[in-house]
């Protein structure tokens, strides 16, 4: 493993925080996940321009998060991993940029919903702030855990980012 120069309780004291975290941001999404599922049965929102969007932001999210427990766990197993510290910032800074989709997709779902789904529509923007902000708080416990370093690689890996997806 590639932290040769952090100490190994320091850096499990890191990784345990940025897995907790994003433990409490994975129980609000999934929250958001079934009311967003809900949204398409309601008929205002059924053909919202940013309702599909909004749903795929929402499973990108899932996803990071999933990446990132993995990534973590193969670290606490003692995987070797060439790239771990590169893996590691890939996949908070991707959650970082799932989580700028959020907002505009959501307001573009619930434009025009009706008074009765004003409930849940302010659900999901509570558990979507909740979910901004703990991946915000794990990608500062990144950014701690690899001090300049994050910045260094994050240009590295801007690129591998900016590929779409097929």
Request: with cysteine; glycine share 6%; hydrophobic share 45%.
């Amino acid at each position: 493993m590639n932290f040769v120069e952090v100490n190994s309780n320091e850096r499990d004291a890191f990784l345990d925080a940025i897995y907790a975290t994003l433990e409490k941001g994975m129980a609000a999404k999934e929250v958001v996940c079934s009311i967003t599922t809900g949204f398409r049965v309601i008929p205002s929102m059924r053909a919202a321009p940013g309702l599909n969007p909004y749903h795929a932001s929402v499973a990108d999210i899932g996803y990071g998060f999933d990446a990132v427990h993995g990534t973590i766990n193969r670290i606490r197993q003692g995987e070797t991993i060439s790239l771990v510290k590169e893996m590691l910032v890939f996949d908070l800074d991707t959650l970082g940029i799932s989580v700028k989709q959020l907002s505009p997709n959501f307001e573009l779902a619930v434009r025009k919903v009706t008074p009765d789904v004003f409930y849940l529509v302010e659900q999901s923007r509570q558990l979507n702030y909740q979910i901004e902000v703990r991946i915000n708080e794990a990608i500062k416990l990144g950014r701690a855990l690899l001090g300049p370093e994050w910045e260094t690689i994050r240009k590295r890996i801007e690129n591998i980012q900016a590929i779409p997806r097929l």
